[in-house]
């Protein structure tokens, strides 16, 4: 074995190592994650007040004074609002139900010639009834389980004081673990990862900065149109959640749009109002698809819808919760990393490598339709066989 690919298997075997050990510890790393999170999105402002001469502990604090200020404040002003907005929910599900049963389950089962039996709220309800003792018996089961497990708790309290404490931490001493890991990587390497890692550092700027802006901006136009313009009582609450789910292409507009058109004719009752849903759902996709994601979040990261919902699903499969949060990021740095790795391949002699010709494409036949002027002065076609290149044409 030579020297470079004893070196590569020496770094196959790190990068293996690594891997696995962040897998086993997946579970405990959730407030690191949302800590590293936390302090990459405020290195940038905090830089900029180091560059005012400030010391990195003072810029430190004051960023992190304002994010710990925002929070509160954006959950001072949301928790209430939520609240409302579910009471007010809870007190039209009756509502729903009638407009359920005596509206929409008929409409579906004329249209689709469904047995009427298919929607029998009586038969449902029967259902239920036999099956609410064992509901009882497992609901008992799970609550014994989580009141027995009060370290279970404490480790969600933990975790909870912890995300703050270390996202301080990290931000304060970040350059200063950039620097450490850029000391540790082999010389051999470390001019090619160093570029790769700027690269996905302006890529994961641009997109989870702008994303975020994105997926506030969509959650307060949706929330104020659907409650002034549609007059919805639960606009702002669908309109939260379709911003919150505008991360995934798609599905906080399909999740938004069919909760408000559900809304609208439980509380209004006609096609004018759901209508007016349309035109703000229609404005909204116009809005993101050519405002605010090319503004905001830019074209250069390159993830294609189809992409990014396989990077969520995936990530959900394999981490669970931090995978679903890290995914979009993760993919935005494997593009970087697909982006070198053709360059790569462009540049390898298997791509430019001319091979032999093939045999078995200079042996074929080929056949060609020649036109034939008749005596009549009508043209017809018909087939000459050429022969292969190499053997002389036959003799009449």
């Not at 790190?14 to 579970?27: K, T």
């Not at 560059?51 to 990195?56: C, E, Q, S, T």
């Not at 789910?245 to 509380?267: H, K, N, R």
Request: charged share 15%.
């Amino acid at each position: 074995m030579t020297q470079e690919n004893h070196r590569r298997w020496q770094m196959l075997a790190i990068v293996a190592v690594i891997a696995f050990m962040l897998w086993r510890l997946g579970p405990m790393l959730m407030p690191f994650v949302v800590a590293a999170m936390l302090a990459y999105l405020g290195d940038p402002l905090a830089d900029r007040l180091e560059r005012l001469h400030m010391g990195r502990t003072l810029a430190v604090s004051i960023v992190f004074l304002v994010l710990m200020l925002a929070l509160g404040g954006a959950l001072l002003l949301l928790i209430p609002l939520i609240s409302h907005q579910i009471e007010n929910l809870i007190q039209n599900v009756p509502r729903y139900v009638d407009w359920a049963e005596h509206t929409a389950w008929p409409w579906l089962q004329a249209k689709l010639h469904l047995d009427p039996r298919t929607f029998d709220s009586d038969r449902l309800i029967a259902t239920l009834k036999e099956h609410i003792g064992s509901v009882g018996g497992i609901a008992g089961q799970v609550l014994g389980k989580v009141s027995r497990s009060g370290l279970g708790v404490v480790l969600w309290l933990t975790n909870l004081v912890l995300i703050p404490v270390v996202a301080f931490y990290l931000l304060r001493d970040w350059g200063r673990l950039v620097a450490a890991i850029d000391r540790m990587l082999p010389r051999s390497v470390e001019p090619t990862i160093a570029h790769l890692a700027r690269e996905s550092d302006a890529v994961l700027g641009a997109f989870v900065r702008g994303q975020l802006l994105v997926m506030l901006a969509l959650g307060v136009y949706y929330g104020g149109t659907l409650s002034l313009v549609a007059g919805l009582s639960v606009g702002a609450l669908i309109g939260m959640i379709a911003g919150l789910l505008s991360f995934v292409p798609y599905l906080g507009f399909i999740t938004g749009f069919g909760a408000a058109i559900i809304a609208a004719l439980v509380q209004y009752g006609d096609w004018k109002h759901a209508l007016t849903v349309c035109g703000v759902f229609v404005v909204g996709q116009l809005l993101e698809g050519y405002v605010l994601v090319p503004k905001l979040v830019g074209e250069k990261i390159g993830l294609h819808p189809v992409a990014v919902i396989f990077a969520v699903l995936a990530g959900g499969e394999l981490f669970g919760f931090i995978g679903v949060l890290l995914a979009l990021p993760a993919a935005s740095v494997a593009v970087v990393l697909l982006r070198y790795l053709m360059e790569r391949y462009r540049h390898s002699e298997l791509y430019t490598e001319e091979g032999e010709a093939d045999p078995a494409i200079h042996e074929a036949v080929t056949e060609i339709d020649v036109a034939v002027s008749t005596t009549a002065g009508t043209v017809e076609t018909e087939t000459v066989i050429e022969p292969p290149p190499h053997e002389p044409p036959a003799k009449p």
